[in-house]
């Protein structure tokens, strides 16, 4: 590789502050910036919008039973669900924007969003 020998120090300078520039720009540009609340969402209708800021529990009520969500500091996720395969409860914490975890057969939803609207391939 002869051309390493051409790259002086000052190159080496910007080639590391481009890297760094780039990594720290992925949290704020390509995943939607930051989250800061979540929507609970029963029946297709807004229950709740909690600060990500808080630490708090909520039951909400659905057709099947009783969906128990807990939202912590920068996270939120569905604790327990009477959805006979629990896909809503395996998606665990959820804590970037756009992230969402619907339990269909109850009619509750949990969604993480951010400042900016998050577009993924079907909405865009």
């Keep these: 590789m002869p051309w390493l020998a051409l790259i002086r120090p000052g190159d080496w300078l910007i080639i590391v ?50 969906t128990l969500i807990a939202v912590e500091p920068g996270r939120a996720r569905i604790v327990a669900d009477p959805s006979p395969r629990q896909y809503c409860v395996r998606q665990g914490w959820l804590m970037r924007p756009g992230e969402i975890a619907i339990c269909a057969p109850n009619r509750v939803s949990l969604q993480i969003a951010g400042r900016t609207k998050v577009y993924d391939s079907i909405s865009y």
């Design 17 to 66: 502050l481009s890297l760094l520039a780039v990594g720290s720009s992925i949290p704020v540009f390509w995943q939607g910036g930051l989250a800061d609340r979540a929507i609970i969402r029963q029946e297709g209708r807004v229950f709740a919008e909690i600060d990500l800021k808080a630490r708090k529990q909520f039951e909400i009520s659905g057709p099947l039973g009783t």
